[in-house]
Structures are given as structure tokens and as C-alpha cells.
């Protein structure tokens, strides 16, 4: 016994040895190749702090621009939520065919999950790029580029959630009789719904942040706002831009979790 | 259906089920189309409802305010397909080697991997004052709002405000997506710690252990298979972020190779290829991250 | 005429796993036939068979005077909503109403728009009600199902295959995740709808005793094959033996108690 005891003992300890050690070598390796010096960012830290608390406020000018600010903001918020409604949709009929819970046909089944594959691994940098020589510096760029990544990721989602909640009542329904569009409308919708508006909730939220990203790569929306006082040094405009993002995501959040606890 | 409801019978068959014997729908209620009513009577149904028209009608009002800048749609889908078709059906590498692809391919890898690793240390240490079952309620409150705000500010935003004082390299990119990662993990973190029974802290402190003692004793050995699923998660994530914030910002990586493709070299094969070296590269990370999952737990 | 006819059935899985070999049965009208045997004997996949949510490898599958083994579509929805089915796990839409899923039981008999919508009759709705009634769940109607024990969620489940107006009801463990109450009042209720509405039941069972006092047949089923079929009173210590592949001893059942049970 006491020596089962000791062995444990030392098996954690060599574990806990290993994780640790490993991370260190994964910690140095990095570094070197990044070329990142832990002393550079321990040194630069307090002085971009001190940098954000004094130079990085808005300033009277840039309140002169609020009206401005806000005007862009409203429409990267109403772009994620319009992206997220539709991908929303598309990603949930797509997921229909790519569950196996539904038993659609094997070919359509990986043709589904192939899809959903690419649009989520391909970057939305990249969408936003390839977009951008097509449509220019235009409100869509933006909107099919955040909705490829957001198709992807949620139809995924989707399929997981379909096949892990639905499977049980679509098999009873199965075995009323039903068709597959009684099945969709009585069994998957009612018992898929909390998780699904969940998902869309938490992807506004996100397209909110990637949309500000897209925007500095494609010159719209509130991320060439940033882009643009930034580059002109305009820092109390910028970090005004930034305020403005804060507080809508954090509205944002706070209205999805209300809306998750009473619609679970 | 509707959520106004006419009683179909009187009030008494409900309070008595005795009287109800002989009458036969004397439970069931009508709705206002004077038909029988089904649906059950929830909050959250109502909720889901006016959630669901809510978004259709953000949505309508966002396409009709948005501005299209008078482009000829189908001339830009007709172009657009072309430019997918040279991206994703032939890619090819000009400007570069297959080493220095894959070397850039590795600074990514490493800029996350820093992050991840910074990340996961601080939101280590602040979730245990930030998880209201083990640390002070108030001092919960505050650093969970702290770390609401730090994540509300997209990564690519913190990497650019470093980089002022910092200079536009790795310092500012990996600080960056560190802040991102930080916040993120500290939520995380604190619910799994938020979920531990409360017997179990209970028992501990019952036996005179310190917040320390609790911490190693129960926290990390019951929370331990959680903690290693969402770092490697958000590895995934920052693998991903840092490939953008190298096209965004210029941070370096091979997100920077795919930026100057597109937007500096207009060489659509190029991107291609470099495309399917990142799609590639975030299969792999998703098959290990997988892996390891089913492993801890 | 017998209502259900299994020929030479066999299932295979991935053309290697046998989960069904020769399976040969009749079964008559106003049957209650309990299926035993050892989990992964091949009793659900047997059961699955007869409302074709598993098809079938080999052999014939004859129901109510009709070859069912490879009808599809729209025909096949049609056989289905003559054989209601219980779950162990109730499979019920947990956010709908209680009258909601049963009115699910006449979803095979309705057009499409009126099922994908959920619009039913007042006459359908007030038939659920009934049956509801019935059942004891006469104040439940409007609760959401995840408000419910266990015990009523099965009932609803029993609600809604009767809802189908079926000629045979398969029941696959129905109660396999309730307490002993519970799983008396359900064994009842199968037993009387049996009896009253003259529905032929078949359900699967791995507590021994509780087949005995139910059903008027036994069908013990070992490795994909039938190796009992015939009257409970019949069933000895050595056949529970082959169909469990242990020692009689070792089960906890009481065969004599079951014997002069209710029955």
C-alpha cells in the first residue's frame, strides 16, 4: 500500500515535471523565432500602459466626431446582426442535411460537412481580401466575408447540437409516420431552439469584434474609422472609436445573457 | 399560438378534479381564435418569439439603410467567382519558397503559442479571485467586469494600441493577443471553477484549509480536465487571431505574407497557396486539439 | 390471420457485426409478447425491424397482411403510423406542451403544411385530451415536457402512440429508467390498453420477473438468436440460463414469484 501510495506520488510529480518543462521548451522556442524578449515586454508594458491612461483618451476633438462614430458603429452593429440572422438560417438547412440524426444521403452528408469545413477554416481575412477586388470598398465586402466564416462555424455547431439534442425525438417522430419536413418543423426546431438562438447570440457578439478587423482590411464600416485616426495619429479620436466598440459589445452581452437565462 | 386565453369552462373543474370526471375537456382552454389552445404557456416561448421578430426586423432595417455605393451586383458575383476560382483552383507560390512559407507558417504558430501561454498564466491566477465560490464576492464583481471590458476590445485594436509605444513587432503583437486570450480564459475559467460542488470547498474549509490548500487540493485537480480543453480552444482561436492580426496589422507571420499577396502584390495564386497552408494548418491544430480532449478527459 | 410474421430475418452491421440471425416468428392479434434477453442481444435492432426504423439484411417482414421488408417513402410512412412505439428514454420534445407531443402521434396521417405548422383538428385535439385523461395526466396537458418525472413523461409517451390509433404498439424497455413504482404503473397501463383497445404489444424487457407476470408469451432472444418461444409458465431456471449465458443463480429474478404473480 505504501509503496502504491509512493509511486502515485511520484508518477504526479514526474508528470507535473514534464507538462512543466515542456511548456518552458515551448515558451523558449518561441521566443527565439518570434524573436520576442520577455524583458521588451515586461519593459514596454509600463510604459504602454502610462501611454493608454494619458495620450490614449478622447479628447474635445474628438467629440466633435461622436456623431460621426456612432453613425458607423450603428452599422457594424446592424451588420453583424443581419450577417448572423441570415447565416443563421442558411447554416441551420444546411446542418438539416449534414446531421446523421436525419439520415439525408451519405454523399450529401460529407458534401455538407466538407463545406462547412472550408468556409470555417479559411480565414476571413482571406474572404475579406479576395472580396475586396470584386466589390471595392463596399458595405458587402464585409458582409460576405463575415458571413463565410459565420456559415461555416455555425453550421457545424449546428450539426453537433442537432445530432446530440434532436436525435431521440426525431426517431420517435420517425416512428409515428412523420415526413421529413413534420420531423424538421415538430422535433428539431422545439428541441433545437435554445442552443440555436444561443449560438446566434454568441456569434452577433463575435462578428461585432471581427467586423471591426474586416473594416481595417476593406476601408468600411467602424474598423476604417479606427484605421483612419490612427494612421493620422489622431489618438483621442481613436480611443474614442474603441470606447464606443466597448460599450456596445458589452450592451450586447449583457442583453444575450438576460436573454439566455430566460429562454433556456 | 396566441398568449391570450379565454377560459373554456368555469374556474371551479381546475382547483377540483373530482368534479371534472364526467365533463371531458374540462382542463383544456381556447385561444383567441376560439379553438382549442395546445401550445404551453412560457416565458421563454414568448422570449424566443420576440427575439426571433426582433432580428428579422434589424435585419431588414440594416439592408435597407446600408449603402451600396450604386455597385453592379451582378458584375461584382460574376468577378467574384473568378477570383475564387484563381485562389482556391490554382494556387502557386511566386514571390517565395516553400521554406519561407513555412518558417512565416511557424512564427504564427509561435506568436500564438506565446500568447496562449501568457494568457493561460495570468487568467490562471486571476480566475481564482474571480470565481465567486472561493474568492470575495466583491472582488468577483470587479475583476469580472475588468476582464468584460479587456474583451470587448477586439484583439487587432489591442495589438495596434501596443504597438505605439511599443513599435509594430512581435512584442506588440504577442501583448496583444495575450490581453484577448487573458480576458477570455479568466471567464472561462471561473465557470469551471463556479461549477466544483460546494461540498467540496465546505469539507475543506471545515478541516482548517487555507485558500491556497483549497486551490491545490480541490481546484486544479477537479477543474484540471476543463482548463486544458479551453487552452488548447483557445490556441486554436489564437492560431487564428494571430494570422489575422498579421494581415490587419502587420504583426509579422504569414499573415503578413497573405496581406502583402492581396493587397500589395494583387497576386491572387499566391494567396491561394498561402490559404491552403493556414486551412491546412488549423485542420491539423482542430485533429490535436480533438485528440487531447478526448485524452484529458 | 397473423398480424406480424418474421421470415428467416437476419441483420447484419457493416457486413460483419451479426446482430440478428434466422430470426423466425408469428405473432397474433391481442398478443402481450415480452422479448428478454442479455443487453446487446440484438432485442432493440429486433424491434426496430418491425417499424423498419432498421432495416433488415436478409428475409422477409410481413405485417397486417402486407410484405414490408423493402417498401420506402410515403408507403412506408403509412405502415409506420400503424405501429406506435414507447422509448426507454421517453424521446419526447422536451420544450413542447404534453398535448403537443401527443398530437404527434397523428402526424403520419396528416398533410404536410398542417404537421410542419402544428395545426390539428378540435376533434384530434380533444381525442389527445382523452387519452391523456385516461392516463391520469388530465391536469398536465399544458405543462412543458421537462416539467414532468419520469414516470408521466413515459405515460405521455404511451399517450402518443396510442394517439396513432395503432395496431400494435412496440415498447423497447419502457421501463428500464424508472423506479419500481413507476415501472408498475406503466406495466398496468400497457397491460390494459392491451386488453381494452385490443392493441397487440410487444415489449422488450431485461428484468425477467416482470415479463413473467405480464405477458402471455416470451421470446427469449441470445446472440441475434430466438432460443425461447413459448408461455411464460413454461420458461424454467435452464432456458433463463441460455438466454442470460449464466448461471440462473447469479440473475435476480424469482421465477416461481413471477409464476403466481398477478396473472
Not at chain 2, 509605444?165 to 487573458?182: E, K, N, P, R, W
Not at chain 3, 428500464?176 to 381494452?196: C, F, G, R, T
Amino acid at each position: 500500500m505504501v509503496k502504491d501510495k509512493q509511486t502515485i506520488f511520484q508518477k504526479r510529480k514526474i508528470a507535473y515535471f514534464t507538462v512543466f518543462s515542456s511548456i518552458l521548451a515551448l515558451y523558449i522556442l518561441s521566443s527565439i523565432v518570434t524573436e520576442f524578449k520577455l524583458t521588451d515586454g515586461v519593459m514596454a508594458f509600463p510604459e504602454a500602459a502610462s501611454w493608454i491612461v494619458h495620450k490614449f483618451v478622447p479628447d474635445a476633438k474628438a467629440f466633435t466626431r461622436f456623431p460621426k462614430i456612432m453613425d458607423r458603429l450603428l452599422e457594424t452593429a446592424l451588420l453583424s446582426v443581419a450577417v448572423t440572422s441570415i447565416a443563421t438560417v442558411v447554416a441551420f438547412i444546411f446542418s438539416l442535411f449534414g446531421s446523421r440524426t436525419l439520415k439525408s444521403h451519405g454523399i450529401l452528408n460529407q458534401a455538407v460537412r466538407m463545406t462547412a469545413a472550408f468556409f470555417r477554416n479559411v480565414p476571413d481575412v482571406v474572404w475579406a481580401m479576395l472580396l475586396m477586388f470584386s466589390f471595392g470598398q463596399n458595405i458587402l465586402t464585409g458582409f460576405l466575408a463575415l458571413f463565410f466564416s459565420t456559415f461555416g462555424m455555425l453550421t457545424r455547431s449546428f450539426i453537433e447540437t442537432i445530432d446530440e439534442v434532436s436525435s431521440a425525438c426525431v426517431e420517435a417522430l420517425d416512428a409515428t409516420g412523420a415526413n421529413f419536413a413534420q420531423i424538421v418543423f415538430q422535433g428539431v426546431i422545439p428541441s433545437t431552439v435554445t442552443a440555436l438562438i444561443t449560438w446566434a447570440l454568441y456569434m452577433i457578439e463575435t462578428n461585432i469584434r471581427s467586423a471591426t478587423l474586416i473594416g481595417i482590411l476593406t476601408a468600411t464600416g467602424i474598423g476604417y474609422l479606427f484605421d483612419m485616426y490612427y494612421k493620422r495619429l489622431e489618438f483621442g479620436s481613436a480611443s474614442l472609436v474603441v470606447i464606443c466598440i466597448v460599450v456596445l459589445v458589452i450592451i450586447i452581452e449583457n442583453i444575450s445573457n438576460k436573454l439566455r437565462k430566460v429562454i433556456s | 399560438m396566441s398568449e391570450v386565453v379565454i377560459k373554456y369552462e368555469n374556474a371551479a373543474g381546475k382547483q377540483n378534479n373530482t368534479t371534472c370526471q364526467d365533463s371531458i375537456t374540462c382542463n383544456l382552454e381556447k385561444n383567441i381564435f376560439g379553438k382549442i389552445r395546445i401550445a404551453a404557456h412560457s416565458k421563454s416561448n414568448l422570449a424566443i418569439k420576440i427575439l426571433i421578430i426582433s432580428l428579422i426586423a434589424i435585419s431588414t432595417i440594416a439592408f435597407l439603410t446600408f449603402d451600396y455605393k450604386e455597385i453592379n451586383f451582378a458584375e461584382a458575383i460574376m468577378a467574384t467567382l473568378h477570383n475564387v476560382k484563381t485562389v482556391f483552383l490554382e494556387p502557386a507560390l511566386r514571390r517565395d519558397t516553400v521554406m519561407g512559407v513555412a518558417y512565416q507558417l511557424f512564427v504564427t504558430f509561435c506568436l500564438g503559442m506565446l500568447a496562449t501561454i501568457f494568457g493561460a498564466l495570468f487568467a490562471l491566477i486571476c480566475s481564482l479571485f474571480c470565481a465567486k465560490n472561493i474568492s470575495h464576492p466583491a472582488a468577483a464583481t470587479v475583476i469580472k467586469s475588468f476582464v468584460a471590458v479587456v474583451r470587448a476590445v477586439p484583439t487587432v485594436l489591442w495589438v495596434l494600441i501596443f504597438a505605439v509605444s511599443a513599435g509594430l513587432g512581435s512584442v506588440a503583437a504577442v501583448i496583444g493577443l495575450t490581453f484577448h486570450s487573458f480576458a477570455y480564459l479568466t471567464k472561462v475559467y471561473a465557470e469551471s471553477i463556479e461549477e466544483i460542488g460546494a461540498g467540496t470547498i465546505e469539507a475543506l474549509r471545515a478541516n482548517g484549509a487555507n485558500f491556497w490548500q483549497i486551490v491545490c487540493q480541490a481546484v486544479i485537480p477537479a477543474t484540471l480536465s476543463y482548463i486544458v480543453a479551453w487552452t488548447f480552444m483557445r490556441f486554436e482561436i489564437n492560431f487564428a487571431n494571430a494570422v489575422a492580426v498579421g494581415a490587419a496589422a502587420g504583426a509579422g507571420g504569414i499573415g503578413y505574407n497573405l496581406y502583402m499577396a492581396g493587397s500589395m502584390y494583387f497576386d491572387l495564386h499566391e494567396m491561394g497557396f498561402l490559404t491552403y497552408v493556414v486551412v491546412i494548418a488549423v485542420i491539423i491544430l482542430e485533429v490535436i486539439s480533438t485528440k487531447i480532449k478526448t485524452i484529458v478527459r | 390471420m397473423p398480424i406480424l410474421e418474421f421470415k428467416n430475418v437476419s441483420k447484419i452491421y457493416d457486413n460483419v457485426t451479426k446482430a440478428l440471425e434466422d430470426i423466425n416468428f408469428t405473432v397474433e392479434e391481442g398478443e402481450f409478447i415480452s422479448i428478454i434477453g442479455p443487453s446487446g442481444a440484438g432485442k432493440s435492432t429486433l424491434l426496430r425491424c418491425i417499424n423498419r426504423l432498421i432495416d433488415a439484411s436478409q428475409g422477409e417482414i410481413i405485417f397486417d397482411g402486407q410484405d414490408i421488408t423493402h417498401v420506402k417513402g410515403k408507403e412506408l410512412r403509412s405502415i409506420r403510423t400503424k405501429t406506435g412505439m414507447i422509448f426507454q428514454h421517453y424521446n419526447l420534445v422536451d420544450r413542447l406542451s404534453v398535448i403537443e407531443n401527443v398530437l404527434h402521434g397523428t402526424l403520419g396521417k396528416k398533410s404536410t403544411i398542417s404537421g410542419m405548422f402544428g395545426h390539428y383538428t378540435e376533434d384530434e385535439k380533444t381525442r389527445a385530451f382523452k387519452i391523456l385523461k385516461e392516463l391520469g395526466l388530465g391536469e398536465f396537458v399544458y405543462k412543458r415536457c421537462d416539467e414532468l418525472s419520469g414516470g408521466q413523461k413515459q405515460r405521455v409517451g404511451i399517450a402518443r402512440a396510442i394517439m396513432q390509433q395503432p395496431k400494435l404498439i412496440l415498447c423497447d424497455e419502457p421501463i428500464a429508467s424508472l423506479d419500481p413504482k413507476a415501472s408498475k404503473v406503466i406495466m398496468d397501463q400497457l397491460v390494459s390498453i392491451n386488453k381494452n383497445k385490443k392493441i397487440t404489444c410487444i415489449v422488450n424487457l431485461h428484468q425477467v420477473d416482470v415479463a413473467l407476470r405480464y405477458s402471455t408469451r416470451i421470446i427469449g432472444v441470445a446472440s441475434g438468436k430466438i432460443v425461447y418461444d413459448g408461455l411464460p409458465e413454461n420458461l424454467n431456471q435452464e432456458t433463463i440460463h441460455k438466454i442470460y449465458q449464466s448461471n440462473a443463480n447469479d440473475l435476480i429474478t424469482d421465477v416461481s414469484g413471477g409464476v403466481h404473480g398477478e396473472r
